[in-house]
């Protein structure tokens, strides 16, 4: 069985019911591929066991790359390229220099951060979106186990979700043109339907 392919989907309406299986899902070994919920759920990325992220490191490298960037500029401009005296000041005014320095900091590490986030996760202009089940983004919280990732059998899974609440299971199978699905296809049937294909997947299996 191929992975990213073949996935066991469980519903659920409460957020302590998916957490409290999630953790104990969890404990019996299962790999969990990736849970959507419709609004944001308290301690959810703890109980999936993700890691502190990395951004803010990403946030302070472009910050200091910023606060480089506009010194060094302000220096070669001022004491340098051009060196003149202002109101009596030195060619080196550092505190003068605090303001662009401030903004290229600020702007350096929002950008930074920005563009760090989109490449991280794959958000590319063209991406088409992947949708297990489109009450995600209403009122069920989705979670997804992939199949090929885990030892147990389809049934001892589904049987493990019913236990801790899941108000339905069911199996999603996506095809090699689901995985590699057509941009242009993509945008074609977005206007012509107004949802998307992906979307447009039954609730019940």
């Given at each position: ?97 605090v303001p662009v320095t401030f903004e ?102």
């Amino acid at each position: 069985m191929e992975k990213n392919k073949h996935f066991l989907v469980g519903v659920f309406s409460d957020h302590d019911d998916l957490l409290h299986a999630i953790e104990e899902i969890r404990a019996k070994g299962v790999k969990i591929y990736e849970v959507y919920t419709p609004y944001p759920v308290h301690g959810l990325e703890h109980a999936l066991g993700y890691k502190r992220s990395w951004m803010p490191k990403a946030a302070f490298a472009f910050g200091a790359l910023g606060t480089t960037l506009a010194i060094t500029m302000q220096v070669y401009m001022m004491a340098i390229d051009w060196p003149m005296i202002i109101g009596g000041k030195s060619y080196l005014a550092i505190p003068d220099f605090v303001p662009v320095t401030f903004e290229m900091t600020v702007l350096l590490s929002a950008f930074g951060m920005a563009g760090t986030f989109l490449v991280a996760r794959d958000l590319k202009p063209h991406k088409v979106p992947r949708i297990f089940d489109i009450r995600a983004t209403d009122d069920k919280h989705i979670m997804a186990i992939d199949l090929a990732a885990n030892s147990l059998s389809e049934a001892q899974m589904t049987t493990l979700l019913k236990e801790y609440h899941a108000e339905e299971v069911y199996r999603r199978d996506f095809t090699d043109e689901e995985n590699s699905p057509s941009f242009i296809s993509y945008v074609v049937d977005l206007f012509t339907n107004g949802v998307t294909r992906s979307s447009r997947i039954s609730t019940h299996r």
